[in-house]
């Protein structure tokens, strides 16, 4: 049943071989993508774009030499060639002259580097979620991509689920009366470290201090990379920023606040007293909007609720259900809220590389949420309630605070072309 479910969600890649000429994309229609990121999430991303018949990817890009290889060995035996080239440096992909688009799905804290540096050099990009490690680099990256005229896709994926657009479009057109809450349920930590750590030896064909880029120095162990560096704030957020940024993105989309954020929240979570992880185990923070709406994130079962003066909207990503039931019967007329429609996050970014229109999830959005993430966590570390002036992006008179909007860049790295 598990490989089943699996082979649903990520069918096997279809050859380019089986394509006909005739069905093959013209030459002026192609995309040429690089990947920055061939870890597990990355190595999805890059067969659901191949997918795509006017996508040709030519290049990857990952510090692991065994993760760089086994995508340049996919998508050569996609393609039937040996043209893929594997690169350990993201500019060497960023700059390349014959790269449309990239796609970033690099641990958080190298996120935002090599998206500057794309959009600088004229690419599109697809960014994996969240868009930025902190409030300061998705300003600095939403504000550049608008520059250059560059198009950017948030991997934010439930936008593209009918299942929670149907719920955003019956909050926003009032079939649950005036909503007054949000309730959202992220997992806890699905892994768990020692009290105590040694550092480890660097494994062979990992260049570890690209791994840290901007990040602090810290000794290598093999809780710190890949799938783990979730879990330390160096790196990433934890959960908030794992499975949180999803469904807090899709209540900025039900509240309408795509390019706004809360203005008050109050955080407490449990952090771990010692170990390699440092990211909340134990995760609850509150906002309040200027429109009174209580939005609430809490270690729990993953999923959220829309709450308002005459019924409620459950929805996850396997169900959707409201009380009373009738409303979710309810068709939006033509003359109300109808939102962004996707049926395909890739396809939806592959489209407006095209159109050069704006996709589901673009760079504002994308940072807006993230900027929510952030929120909560810096809320919780410091204990205590916070007053946020979404315009400013700016806490109100508390420097502390303020203090964690932005992390200095070790060595050379910095948001400046």
């Not at 600088?120 to 300061?136: C, E, F, N, S």
């Not at 407006?352 to 929120?375: K, T, W, Y």
Request: one cysteine or more.
């Amino acid at each position: 049943m598990k490989s089943a479910a699996a082979a649903s969600l990520f069918p096997a890649i279809i050859p380019a071989s089986a394509f006909s000429a005739r069905e093959r994309a013209l030459p002026s229609d192609r995309i040429t993508m690089g990947i920055i990121g061939t870890g597990g999430q990355g190595i999805d991303n890059m067969k659901n774009f191949m997918r795509n018949r006017n996508v040709q990817v030519l290049a990857v890009c990952d510090v692991d030499a065994a993760h760089r290889e086994e995508a340049r060995q996919l998508v050569n035996k996609f393609y039937g060639n040996t043209d893929c080239a594997a690169c350990n440096d993201f500019s060497e992909i960023t700059r390349r002259d014959d790269i449309d688009a990239v796609c970033i799905a690099t641990p958080d804290h190298w996120h935002v580097l090599p998206a500057l540096d794309a959009a600088r050099h004229g690419k599109d990009m697809y960014v994996q979620k969240p868009l930025a490690l902190t409030i300061r680099e998705g300003r600095v990256l939403s504000d550049v991509v608008k520059e250059a005229g560059r198009i950017l896709q948030t991997g934010s994926q439930q936008r593209s689920d009918k299942r929670f657009r149907q719920a955003c479009e019956l909050v926003r057109n009032g079939r649950i009366g005036k909503l007054h809450s949000v309730h959202i349920g992220i997992p806890d930590n699905n892994r768990q470290c020692s009290p105590t750590w040694v550092p480890e030896p660097v494994p062979e064909g990992l260049d570890y201090d690209l791994w840290l880029g901007p990040a602090p120095y810290a000794e290598y162990h093999s809780d710190r990379c890949h799938y783990n560096f979730r879990f330390i704030l160096d790196y990433s957020g934890g959960q908030v920023t794992n499975f949180g940024a999803h469904n807090l993105d899709i209540a900025q989309w039900a509240l309408d606040m795509d390019d706004s954020g809360p203005v008050e929240i109050s955080g407490n979570g449990i952090f771990p007293a010692s170990g390699i992880f440092t990211t909340a185990t134990r995760v609850f923070f509150e906002c309040i909007y200027e429109n009174g709406v209580r939005l609430t994130c809490k270690t729990g079962k993953f999923g959220m609720q829309f709450e308002g003066s005459e019924g409620t909207i459950y929805v996850d990503r396997k169900e959707i259900r409201s009380v009373p039931d009738t409303i979710l019967k309810e068709e939006i007329g033509e003359n109300e809220i109808h939102l962004y429609e996707s049926r395909d996050h890739f396809r939806n970014f592959l489209d407006c590389v095209v159109s050069r229109e704006q996709p589901i999830c673009n760079a504002e959005v994308g940072h807006r949420s993230s900027s929510l993430c952030n929120l909560g966590n810096i809320s919780m570390l410091l204990g205590r309630r916070l007053v946020w002036d979404p315009k400013a992006e700016q806490f109100k008179e508390d420097a502390e605070a303020n203090g964690m909007l932005a992390r200095e860049m070790r060595g050379e790295w910095s948001l400046e072309g």
